[in-house]
C-alpha cells in the first residue's frame, strides 16, 4: 500500500545499514566488537536506537527527494487533470427503497445528481462515524419492482410469431431460441401509466455470492437480443403486448452526465472513461429500456428478452439479478473545514476536515476559498495555476495546494496543505486572517466496512427515504505521487499525438495499464489479452443521407485472446475501447472500432463510426 511507502523506505535504509555493518565487522572486528554490530539486530539498545533514528531520517529524505522528482508532473496534472491524482474514494450501488411507509409517490419522481445518503458505523475505537454518499447521476425513481427473472422458451411467451403483421419481427421471434423473463410489479394503487414507464432503467446485479454472474447477462442482452416483447401479465389483458426493436436498449454510463468520479471540464473524456472502468465498471451494467406505451400496461407486466442463441447452463438468474430504482453512489461530499487562521511565520497550512475524526476525514478537493480579514470584506482567492488574466485584480489573492500520502497507518489516504499567494506588501496585513475554505471530502477506508444489505438513509426531503447496497464497495485508492506513475499519466497528454498506425498495441497497453489498478489481476489479463492492433484509413458517408459527402476517418480492429481475457465482459471492454477512440479521433474525423477474436479469426463486434461522442451514421 502506498500509505506504507515511508515504512518501506524505512526498513531499506535498515537493512542497508545492517548489511553496511557485517561488512565492516568483517573489516575492522575490534571496533565492531565494541559496538556489538551484526547483520541483525544489535544487542546494545543505544546502538540500535542510533541506527533506527538514522534510518527514519534517511528514509523522510529519500522519500522528499522522490516526491521532488515527480513534483512537475504532480503540478502539471494537477493543474490539466487533477483527478488523476487525486484519492479514489469507494464507490458502489444502492436500490432506493421504494416500499417502505416514507415513500412517497404521486407521479414520476427525480432524485436529482448530488442527493446525499449518510449511514452511521460502528467503530471500536471512536464508537458511531458518519460515512457520507453523493449520487453521481440523475436517476427517476417508481414504484416498481422486479419479483422474478427466469429463462423462459418462446412457447411460454404465448404469441404466434405468424399473425404479426411485420415481418421482420417475425422473422426474429422464429429465430429466438429463449428468452430472459422479467416480471415487473407496480407497488402502488394508482395505474401504472401515471408513473410514466416509457422508460425504464434497469441494472443489472447478477446472482447473489457470483458478482461475475451480471457480466454474463449482460452479454446476453448485448450481444445475443434480438427484440423485446412487453405484456401484461393478467389473462383479462392478454391483448395488451408491445413489440420493441433491440435499439430500444440504450446502455448508460459513457455520457458525462453520468460520470461518477469527479474531472475537470477541460479534461479529455477518454481518461475519465477508462479509469472508471478499472475501478468501478458495475456503472456501465445500467441500461434503459424505451419505447414503452405505458397505458398499454397493467399493475403487472412482463418483459422479455428474445435471445438468439441457448444461454449458459451456469447463468441462473433470480429476481436480485435485475433491479429497479438503483442508484451509483461515490463517497464524496461537500464540508466545510476547520478555518486557519494566517500568520507570519508558517508559508503553507494542514486541511482538515474533521479535527476530532480526522482518521476519517480526507480533503479530496477544494470548492471554494475565502481569505477573511479582521477589517473589510472577504476576499476570494483564486487557484493560482487556474486564474485568467481578464480576472486579475489589485486586491485578489490566489491560493495553491498540495498533495502528499500521509504515510500514517491511523489516517490512510492522502494529507492536502493550502499555500495563500498575495503581493509582498499584503503580507504584514494578513497576518491574523482566517481562511475559510469549502471541499469535497472522502472518509477514506471507512466505507469499506459496509456490507450487501445494509441500510442508507437519504439526507433532507425526497420520494424516498432509505436505500440498500447493493454491491460491495470499491476500495479506497491513494494516487501515485512518488513512483514513475505521475510521468506516464503525463506522457497520455499527448494522446493524439501518437500513432496508433505506427505504435500501434505498445501505446495502447500503455495507456491502459496506466489507468488500470495494478493490484488487480483481471485488469492485466485484459490488457494482455490484446493480440494485434491494426489501423486502415477510411471514408464514409456523414449522417444517413447520400448528399452529406465523404468523411475520412481511422478504421481500428483489435484482436482479442479469449482465452487469456478475464474479469468483466469482451462485449463491455470493446464498448469502453469503442468511445475511447472515438474521442481520439482528430477534428473532422471519426473512428470505426472492431473486434476479432484471435481463435476465431471472425469479428465478434463491429460499432458505428464514431466522431467524439457522436454516431456518425
Not at 443489472?204 to 447477462?217: D, M
Not at 397505458?295 to 403487472?300: F, I, N, Q, R
Not at 480533503?363 to 483564486?382: D, F, M, N, T, Y
Not at 492522502?414 to 471541499?439: F, G, L, P
Amino acid at each position: 500500500m502506498q500509505d506504507q511507502e515511508l515504512y518501506d523506505y524505512f526498513l531499506r535504509e535498515m537493512d542497508y545499514l545492517r548489511m553496511r555493518a557485517k561488512s565492516f565487522a568483517d573489516d575492522y572486528p575490534d571496533v565492531a566488537k565494541e559496538l556489538r554490530l551484526s547483520e541483525v539486530k544489535s544487542s546494545d539498545p543505544h546502538v540500535e536506537l542510533l541506527l533506527q533514528s538514522f534510518a527514519y531520517l534517511s528514509a523522510n529524505v529519500r522519500r522528499d527527494m522522490a516526491t521532488q522528482a515527480n513534483h512537475l508532473p504532480n503540478q502539471v496534472l494537477g493543474v490539466l487533470y487533477p483527478h488523476l491524482i487525486k484519492p479514489i474514494p469507494s464507490m458502489f450501488v444502492v436500490q432506493a427503497d421504494v416500499v417502505s411507509k416514507e415513500a412517497k409517490f404521486d407521479g414520476v419522481k427525480v432524485l436529482d445528481k448530488g442527493r446525499e445518503f449518510y449511514v452511521d458505523i460502528h467503530s471500536s475505537k471512536k464508537g458511531l462515524l458518519r460515512c457520507k454518499m453523493t449520487t453521481s447521476t440523475k436517476t427517476t425513481l417508481r414504484p416498481f419492482d422486479v419479483s422474478d427473472v427466469s429463462f423462459s422458451s418462446i412457447r411460454d411467451v404465448g404469441y404466434d410469431a405468424s399473425k404479426m403483421d411485420n415481418d421482420s419481427v417475425s422473422n426474429a421471434v422464429r429465430k429466438a431460441h429463449t428468452a430472459l423473463k422479467l416480471e415487473v410489479t407496480n407497488l402502488d394503487d394508482k395505474p401504472t401509466a401515471e408513473f410514466g414507464p416509457e422508460s425504464l432503467r434497469f441494472y443489472i446485479n447478477g446472482e447473489k455470492n457470483r458478482p461475475h454472474s451480471a457480466y454474463h447477462l449482460y452479454d446476453l442482452i448485448a450481444n445475443d437480443c434480438i427484440n423485446i416483447i412487453v405484456k401484461n401479465r393478467s389473462d383479462s389483458e392478454a391483448s395488451q403486448y408491445q413489440l420493441l426493436n433491440k435499439n430500444a436498449i440504450s446502455w448508460v454510463g459513457f455520457d458525462e452526465e453520468d460520470a461518477v468520479l469527479p474531472f475537470n471540464k477541460g479534461s479529455h473524456s477518454a481518461y475519465r472513461i477508462l479509469q472508471e472502468y478499472f475501478l468501478f465498471p458495475e456503472k456501465y451494467l445500467f441500461f434503459d429500456l424505451t419505447g414503452i406505451d405505458g397505458s398499454k400496461l397493467g399493475k403487472k407486466f412482463d418483459i422479455y428478452f428474445l435471445l438468439s442463441t441457448l444461454p449458459n447452463q451456469n447463468v441462473r438468474p433470480n429476481a436480485d439479478s435485475f433491479s429497479l430504482n438503483a442508484i451509483p453512489l461515490i463517497n464524496l461530499y461537500p464540508q466545510r473545514l476547520n478555518s486557519i487562521r494566517l500568520d507570519e511565520e508558517d508559508h503553507e497550512y494542514r486541511l482538515m476536515g474533521d479535527f476530532k475524526h480526522h482518521a476519517y476525514c480526507e480533503v479530496h478537493s477544494l470548492s471554494e476559498v475565502q481569505v477573511i480579514p479582521k477589517e473589510g470584506e472577504p476576499k476570494r482567492a483564486q487557484p493560482y495555476a487556474g486564474i485568467e488574466g481578464d480576472l486579475l485584480h489589485e486586491n485578489e489573492c490566489f491560493y495553491s495546494t498540495r498533495t502528499e500520502i500521509s504515510g500514517l497507518k491511523s489516517v490512510p489516504g492522502t494529507e492536502m496543505y493550502i499555500s495563500i499567494h498575495q503581493k509582498a506588501q499584503e503580507y504584514e496585513k494578513t497576518a491574523d486572517d482566517v481562511i475559510s475554505i469549502k471541499a469535497k471530502c472522502t472518509n477514506r477506508r471507512l466505507p469499506e466496512s459496509l456490507r450487501v444489505g445494509d441500510s442508507l438513509a437519504l439526507v433532507g426531503p425526497g420520494p424516498i427515504s432509505r436505500a440498500k447496497v447493493l454491491t460491495k464497495p470499491t476500495m479506497h485508492m491513494s494516487p501515485s505521487l512518488n513512483n514513475d506513475k505521475p510521468w506516464r499519466l503525463m506522457s497520455n497528454l499527448v494522446l493524439n499525438t501518437s500513432s496508433l498506425e505506427k505504435e500501434g498495441i505498445e501505446i495502447l497497453k500503455s495507456i491502459l495499464l496506466t489507468y488500470s489498478n495494478e493490484n488487480e489481476k483481471s485488469h492485466f489479463s485484459q490488457v494482455d489479452s490484446i493480440t494485434d492492433v491494426q489501423c486502415r484509413r477510411i471514408v464514409k458517408h456523414i449522417g444517413k443521407d447520400q448528399w452529406r459527402g465523404l468523411c475520412k476517418g481511422m478504421e481500428v480492429v483489435l484482436e482479442i485472446d479469449i482465452e487469456k481475457f478475464n474479469g468483466t465482459s469482451l462485449h463491455l471492454f470493446g464498448s469502453v475501447l469503442n468511445r475511447f477512440f472515438g474521442l481520439y479521433a482528430n477534428v473532422n474525423s471519426f473512428t470505426q472500432f472492431k473486434l476479432i477474436l484471435k481463435q476465431k479469426k471472425e469479428v465478434f463486434r463491429s460499432w458505428p463510426p464514431l466522431a467524439g461522442e457522436q454516431i456518425l451514421l
